[in-house]
């Protein structure tokens, strides 16, 4: 299955972004950023992307990824990553993103570490 992007809010405040099918190289997965960038030119400032229904990344993904959170952090904005799993989770374990990006098991986690205040 081709990369699907679909956005819906969870409480008042925090968008989650669902990518279902792979994140590869092509035009799908610049579809990402694309998706993010206009949620944060909206006020979106809270995000949770959802991994869970990704079944393969490639080191596109990986880097589409590791730029929406450099674009998210630099609008003062606030992200986690919830539901990767094996080798998605393996694929950022390697790479090292996992020290620099949350990772939290499911959505409501992730959306739990968001509503607590900043450290």
Do not use: N, W
Not at 31 to 47: H, M, N, P, Y
Not at 62 to 86: D, E, L, N, P, W
């Amino acid at each position: 299955m081709l990369l699907s992007i679909t956005t819906h809010k969870h409480g008042d405040d925090i968008t989650v972004v669902e990518l279902a099918g792979r994140v590869t190289l092509g035009k799908e997965s610049g579809q990402i950023e694309t998706t993010l960038i206009r949620l944060l030119s909206e006020g979106q400032k809270k995000f949770v992307i959802d991994l869970a229904k990704v079944d393969y990344l490639d080191s596109t993904g990986i880097g589409r990824i590791a730029y929406s959170f450099g674009k998210i952090t630099q609008a003062g904005a606030m992200a986690r990553v919830s539901g990767a799993k094996g080798l998605v989770m393996d694929l950022f374990r390697i790479t090292r993103l996992d020290s620099v990006i949350r990772f939290f098991p499911d959505v409501a986690a992730a959306c739990e570490s968001l509503a607590e205040p900043p450290v």
